[in-house]
């Protein structure tokens, strides 16, 4: 982690803080994959409709709101990176929307971001309207980009990115 985020407690806990301007375009957090996961967890992040992982911190730790600063795009460490969608001011605390990644979120039943936008609840991309689907352009996963799995004829193959996942043994 560099000098341009700070992790700070939040009252929804840990979050993620600009300690410098970041403009829009610009990368905010890199995330890394640290592992494959079998199933989804309560902090698993969607990377294909049968494929979850775990990410690195800070990118773990940022929060998510239903008008959130950065969206996310696929990088080359079979994760995402975290960029701004708007001028981001030092000291904001850096969110994404969790329905950028998640076909169809199960783990939180109810949003807590406080945005005047609130959804209030937090079902994937799946329910996203598409006027919201817009504003986000570029900046959702690959996969949702394709076609929803209920309407695939013939299943995909699984995609996994072809790096191996960062190894917590070598503390990274």
């Known amino acids: 982690m560099g000098f341009d985020i700070l992790i700070q407690q939040t009252e929804k ?3 993620v803080f600009a300690s410098r301007g970041f403009r829009k375009g610009e990368t905010v957090v890199v995330g890394r994959r640290v592992d494959i996961l079998p199933e ?15 990410i690195d ?7 998510h709101s239903c008008s959130p600063n950065t969206g996310i795009r696929n990088n080359q ?7 701004a969608l708007i001028d981001i001011p030092s000291g904001s605390e850096i969110t994404w929307d969790y329905s950028t990644t998640e076909y169809s979120f199960i783990d939180i039943p109810k949003c807590c971001c406080g945005s005047t936008e609130c959804r209030s609840k937090i079902l994937g991309y799946k329910f996203l309207p598409d006027e919201i689907r817009k504003t986000y352009g570029e900046f959702i996963a690959d996969y949702l980009r394709v076609t929803a799995p209920e309407t695939e004829l013939p299943p995909r193959a699984l995609k996994v990115p072809s790096i191996a996942p960062i190894s917590r043994a070598i503390g990274l």
């Not at 911190?57 to 929060?63: A, T």
């Not at 460490?77 to 960029?83: L, R, T, W």
């Open 13 to 15: 806990g840990r979050g």
């Open 77 to 83: 460490f079979g994760a995402y990176d975290f960029v």
């Open 57 to 63: 911190e800070p990118g773990l730790l940022i929060n």
């Open 40 to 54: 989804r967890t309560t902090h698993s992040i969607q990377m294909d409709f049968d494929l979850h992982i775990e």
